[in-house]
């Protein structure tokens, strides 16, 4: 998972730019582009992206083939040529974790989609997965929420763990946040919550972000 921020007053170069030359650029490299979202929340100016790959090694293999791609050389020269339109990326290593449905680029116009990011507690990663496994995805389901994909970070946190992140579709942001509140009050969503976290909590930390596809997002 890659996040792009611009540059100030470089937010739609960015987006246009994928729209027009990037996405084609990292197809011809090797990678797989499976879905480009843009937050619904106007005042967080970020791209969020993820790419697929058959290894590690392979995907390093395919960055450095872009890189000096004379095409992409002309592609920033040109998008670049008042400064530079993008100020920071974060790049996230991803797994795909056991528990994740199949990911499919299926596209319905209209939904939004949420990004979760779990920090699980202090050796708690195999209980939350065994949680979502055996109870919440199935739950989600349940309440309306589409599974879309499931991921482990590689790259441990200050606890050596993995974090969980997992993105979900709903109809609409209203209807996501309604269908969860519907979640949180299942009598078995209780039950499971407080069966699992009779020694604590499994997580320390959950963030979310509502997104919505951009138009030439494989998913939508």
């Known amino acids: 998972m890659r996040i792009y921020y611009p540059t100030p007053g470089n937010y739609e170069a960015i987006v246009d730019r994928f729209r027009k ?23 967080q100016e970020k791209i969020i992206y993820i790419l697929s790959y058959p290894s590690r090694e392979a995907r390093d293999a395919s960055w450095k083939a872009f890189g000096s791609d004379p095409e992409w050389k002309e592609v920033v020269a040109k998008t670049e040529a008042n400064g530079r339109i993008v100020a920071k990326v974060d790049q996230i290593f991803m797994t795909e974790a056991e528990i994740s449905p199949k990911i499919k680029t299926t596209k319905k116009p209209g939904r939004v989609f949420e990004l979760r990011t779990y920090s699980p507690a202090p050796g708690k990663l195999n209980d939350l997965i065994a949680r979502f496994k055996n109870h919440t995805i199935d739950l989600f389901k349940k309440h309306g929420m589409t599974n879309i994909g499931y991921w482990l970070t590689t790259q441990p946190d200050e606890t050596g763990q993995s974090k969980l992140v997992y993105i979900l579709a709903h109809p609409s942001e209203a209807e996501g946040k309604k269908h969860f509140d519907e979640f949180r009050a299942d009598p078995k969503w209780v039950k499971a919550k407080a069966d699992s976290e009779k020694n604590g909590p499994l997580t320390s930390k959950v963030e979310s972000v509502y997104m919505k596809p951009t138009d030439y997002s494989p998913i939508q």
Do not use: A, Q
């Not at 996405?23 to 499976?34: A, D, L, P, S, W």
């Open 21 to 43: 030359y990037t996405c084609r650029i990292f197809e011809k490299h090797g990678m797989t582009n499976v879905g480009y979202w843009l937050p619904t929340d106007s005042s």
